[in-house]
T-cell receptor, first 114, second 111 residues
Framework: NAGVTQTPKFQVLKTGQSMTLQCAQDMNHNSMYWYRQDPGMGLRLIYYSASEGTTDKGEVPNGYNVSRLNKREFSLRLESAAPSQTSVYFC?????????????FGPGTRLLVL | QKEVEQDPGPLSVPEGAIVSLNCTYSNSAFQYFMWYRQYSRKGPELLMYTYSSGNKEDGRFTAQVDKSSKYISLFIRDSQPSDSATYLCAKGGGSNYKLTFGKGTLLTVNP
């Protein structure tokens, strides 16, 4: 039971290059989320998916696209990377235990755009 | 105004000190609150969860919620160097299990 896995762990891109960040969860929940974390800004929601085949914008969606491939996998794509997208990206999925509803996070992907 | 406001610090204390971390929120239309702890270069991990006003204690940690003043706090007693991390407050109750996070407070406990 790995929880939430993310690949790659670290990536360096040049401005204008594209890449896809991968996320997979084995917690069997319908919802998945992508966040970015920047110094002094906290966690900001980029996109989320309430169920397979559906996606919705979060707080900071510009410059990103997502794909909910199946119940387990939710990918985040940068079509033309910009230095402003240098950040740490986290994927998450809900964890419910009794009446508690929280989110369980992956280990993150550190992205540097030069 | 952001829905959850948190002083980003940083906060530096000596080992054994009592630490108080605080957040305020602006929207009453939600039900539960969390504190996450994030070590350097790791993902956030749930530390405390509460859905009612009052105190909830877990070992050296106490989460406090005051819904009348829209204030949430985390107290750490007998702080240890291993408590050095970023602490994020969050509120839930939104649609699709969405959470709203504060900016996080970086805490350093010095031996």
């Amino acid at each position: 039971n790995a929880g939430v896995t993310q690949t790659p762990k670290f990536q360096v891109l040049k401005t204008g290059q594209s890449m896809t960040l991968q996320c997979a969860q084995d917690m069997n929940h319908n919802s998945m989320y992508w966040y970015r974390q920047d110094p002094g800004m906290g966690l900001r929601l980029i996109y989320y998916s309430a169920s397979e085949g559906t996606t919705d914008k979060g707080e900071v969606p510009n410059g990103y696209n997502v794909s909910r491939l199946n119940k387990r996998e939710f990918s985040l794509r940068l079509e033309s990377a910009a230095p402003s997208q240098t950040s740490v990206y986290f994927c998450a999925t809900p964890r419910t235990s009794g009446n508690q509803e929280t989110q369980y996070f992956g280990p993150g992907t550190r992205l540097l755009v030069l | 105004q952001k829905e959850v406001e948190q002083d980003p610090g940083p906060l530096s204390v000596p080992e054994g000190a009592i630490v108080s971390l605080n957040c305020t929120y602006s929207n009453s239309a939600f039900q539960y609150f969390m504190w996450y702890r994030q070590y350097s270069r790791k993902g956030p991990e749930l530390l405390m969860y509460t859905y009612s006003s009052g105190n909830k204690e877990d070992g050296r940690f106490t989460a406090q919620v005051d819904k009348s003043s829209k204030y949430i706090s985390l107290f750490i007693r007998d702080s240890q160097p291993s408590d050095s991390a970023t602490y994020l407050c969050a509120k839930g109750g939104g649609s699709n299990y969405k959470l709203t996070f504060g900016k996080g407070t970086l805490l350093t406990v010095n031996p």
